[in-house]
């Protein structure tokens, strides 16, 4: 998808509609835990508003939570190298 989202700011959650009628909403400290939290509740009925203003559908908080999984797993798989940090001091 590659599109560029401020991963640090905060970002509000919101299932719509919602089963019981109500529109609940949270503010997460940022877009990474609104994701996270997202992918915990309703995928199915979850938005994120950007602190930008981006609205964010179902369809795009599951490209991007997929994203930021592969990221993290590239990031895990990384190896480590004493001499590579040793280089950057």
């Known amino acids: 998808m590659a ?3 401020d991963w640090a700011a905060p970002a509000k959650l919101f299932f719509w509609p919602a089963e019981d009628g109500s529109e609940e909403e949270c503010v ?5 835990d609104a994701l996270k939290a997202a992918g ?4 199915d009925h979850a938005w994120i508003i950007t602190r930008d203003g981006d609205i964010l559908n179902p369809r795009v908080i599951a490209t991007l939570r997929e994203e930021l999984a592969e990221r993290r797993r590239r990031k895990r ?4 190298s004493f001499l590579g940090w040793a280089r950057a001091a």
């Open 77 to 80: 798989d990384k190896p480590f």
């Open 3 to 5: 599109l560029k989202y």
């Open 28 to 32: 997460y400290p940022t877009l990474d």
């Open 40 to 43: 915990e509740g309703d995928a």
